[in-house]
Every structure is written in C-alpha cells, then in structure tokens.
C-alpha cells in the first residue's frame, strides 16, 4: 500500500465532509500505517488513525509522568460500559500502549475494515467516522477523566 498516497485522500475526504485543515497537518508525506492528527485541542494525549490491525481512531494518554498516564486510562476504562451505551460503538483498550478508541462501524459491529479486504474508500470513510465519533463522544470523557487526576 502507498501510505502517502492513502494519508492524502483521509486528508482530501475530511476536508470534502467539512472537517478544518489543520487536523491534517501530519498526514503531508507519512509513510507509516498510522498517522496523527493535530490541533485537536486535547493536551497531553495524541489523536492516531491507524489502519495496522485494527483500522480505527485512537487516543493515546502521553503525559510525562506514567502514574497520571495509567489514572486517566483506568478512569476512561471504568467509563466504558456507559460510554459504550451511550455511543453504540464498543470500544477497543490498549493497555500497554495505554490507548483506547473506536474500530468497529457503529450500526454494523461485524463489519471488519482491514487494508487489503477493505476497498481504499471504505477505509478513509471508517477512520473519518472513528475520528468523528472519538473527538465527539469520547474526548470529553478523557477531559473530566484528566480533571479528576489532577
């Protein structure tokens, strides 16, 4: 797969649905099969879109101090029968990577969106619709989650 050439049309659809252009300021020349996002306001946490094994949005708790990392990934993971509920969607916990974030289509949770299965356009629209439900519904959660552990 030419991730380059993948990253631009994410970049290109995101831009067409009407998503702004600075959350796109990683994906100009990524050769990774992830990428992060930018400016989306949640401090100390990277946004990744990843499309290695489980094709999804990411958050990714990267503070300094690993005893915050594991409060605010434990306070996010005690939420997640709620959360679940609330958005339909299960979520998907990565524990040693302290990372949590949404794979599955949220009306199909069978669906499976693997690169080489997956048509390249069916991949860009999960991974727009992960990230949307992600910076909608699960983002704030991981803001209380932080005001509660500091």
Known sequence: ??????????????????????????????????CRLSNVGLKRCSYLMQI????????????TNTTWNKKIYDLV????????????VPLEFNEAELKF????????????????????E???????RCFYLVLEEVDHVVRNAMEEAY
């Open 1 to 34: 797969m030419d991730y380059n050439a993948f990253w631009e049309k994410v970049k290109v659809k995101g831009l067409e649905i009407g998503l702004e252009e600075n959350y796109f300021t990683y994906f100009k020349d990524n050769d990774s099969s992830f």
């Open 77 to 88: 993971l005690s939420c997640r029968e709620e959360l679940e509920t609330q958005i339909g």
């Open 101 to 120: 974030g949404i794979c599955k289509h949220p009306k199909d949770h069978e669906l499976v969106f693997e690169v080489g299965t997956s048509s390249e």
């Open 52 to 63: 290695e094994d489980q094709v999804g949005c990411f958050i990714e708790v990267n503070h």
């Open 122 to 128: 069916e991949l860009v629209i999960h991974l727009l």
